[in-house]
């Protein structure tokens, strides 16, 4: 696809969750808007994959809250699809903690959690009490100091103290420092920390604010888009169309086009030059300060703030399908997450010395039986996918290789992990063990190469507390005109993109867009 225009309103660069919505606020409110993405597909981790009749998402596994109606994410894609995308409730029982001994299920709503979690731990009843309240305090408190990244010049120097106070006292602490002064067993707290996979990060090296923003958010239990997640991009980009806007894949960008520190459009990869009153990166903010703007001397400063955070962690996922469906497979909807033993960190610590060793955490979701589409879809068939932890440095020597022409040791690597992988499947889920027609793995450089993350990370940013320090993650930048969009800007997974591409947005617009939802 080509661009049809040599000026517009606003560019974008990146069609994720986050760059889609604040395009779609943008052009809502009359804002011609260009959509760059550099992929061959619209979407960023909302997209999905297809191979030999099997289809697979690449990022979306299951969504908090978007069930009641009422909910900030569920206002937003109904204003921004149209009421277009439809979303699935998934059983009640959402996620399952799997230990050497014991397995522990988290069940919905926030009633029948906390009866079942005392169930666990009768002993430790008071203190699940106290873990709820502080849990819905903590995630409360998120409000003021996400609308504090909204200020800019002397009312952030004002009011951002009593905004953000309250959320920097819990965010200044592990998730592990918190938990330990309420909750007397450790067994208790892994359990609670058994969604860590979801911000990347064990209990003592989390802010403790990400482990409560998550849990709050699937209390009331978990969705999934209806048709599979590619759905997401599919009934959020014809509202953009129809407001004038363009969304245009294969186009990536080289540089942001800045003059007299101001920005004035973009430079693409091709050397083609468009500009435009607005630009907008939602490609990450190491992407837009390393790449984009590499050039840019006035930014040093900015530029060295990128030594107060790091990458988040990377990951591998074996995508496998069967030729059966979910229901003669027996396959539930409810997610797996495997654990070698009670202490996350420790796990963490081992695998990272030792790759051979237990992985740390193991994933297993089965997009299957979460869509009530499937079926009519991809008839006889059924998938899942399995996500363990893995660092970009153990892939460095295929990283300057092309893509699909990485060589034989490559592909042994591969074939090896999978292979350990799928035997972890066979031993928590026996009733699939050779009913596997086909298997695909996903490393580093797959996130790479698709998403554009240097050292093929998946968060973005790492949410440890000193990342919620830094008052530079916002989304107005020292150039003018210039914006940021994100999960760096908020917090991570869809719900946090979806919150900062209407940030993003209320900020260009200087308009309130949360009140109007």
Known sequence: MKVQNTHYDVIIIGSGISGLTCGAFLSMEGKKV??????????????????????????I??????????????????????????????????DRIIFPDKSYDLIAPKKKFIETMKSYFPDNASEIDEYIKIVGEVSKSSLKYFSAKALSGLSESV??????????????????EALSEIISSNELISVLTGQWGDYGMPPKESSFVMHCMIANHYFDGANYPVGGSRMIAETIVPMIKKNGGEVVKNCGVDKIWIENEKSKGVILEDDNMISSDIVI????????????????????????NMKEVKPSSGHACLY????????????????????????????????????????????????SSKDPDWDKNHPNKATMEVIVPSAFMHY?????????KRGESYENYK???SRRIIKEVYKHCPHLKNQISFYELSTP??????????????????HDPNRFRQKWLKPKTPIKNLYLTGQDILTVGLAGALGSGVLTASVVLRKNIFKDL
Not at 76 to 82: A, E, L, P, R
Not at 284 to 290: D, K, R, S
Not at 396 to 404: M, R, S, V
Not at 445 to 451: F, H, Q
């Open 34 to 59: 260009l959509i760059l993405e550099k992929h061959f597909k619209i979407g960023g981790y909302t997209h999905t994959f297809k191979r030999k009749g099997f289809e697979w998402d690449v990022g």
């Open 61 to 94: 596994h299951y969504i908090g809250s978007v069930h009641n109606k009422k909910s900030f994410p569920r206002k937003v894609f109904d204003k921004i699809s149209d009421n277009k995308l439809k979303w699935h409730k998934m059983s009640d029982n959402y």
């Open 159 to 176: 009011l951002r103290p009593f905004l953000t106070r309250k959320f920097l006292k819990f965010s200044n602490k592990t998730t592990y």
């Open 281 to 304: 990166s939602s490609a990450g903010v190491a992407n837009t300060i390393t790449k984009f703007l590499r050039d840019e001397k006035s930014l040093q400063s900015y530029q060295s």
């Open 320 to 367: 496998i399908g069967f030729d059966k469906s979910a229901e003669e497979l027996g396959i539930k909807d409810t997610n797996l997450w495997v654990y070698p033993s009670y202490d996350h960190d420790a796990n963490v610590k081992k695998f990272n010395d030792d790759q051979e060793n237990d992985f740390p955490v193991l994933y297993m979701s089965f997009a």
């Open 396 to 404: 460095k020597k295929w990283a300057e290789l092309p893509w699909k």
């Open 415 to 417: 074939e090896d992990l």
């Open 445 to 462: 450089l797959t996130t790479r190469n698709l998403a554009n993350y240097e050292l093929g990370e998946l968060y973005g940013i790492d």
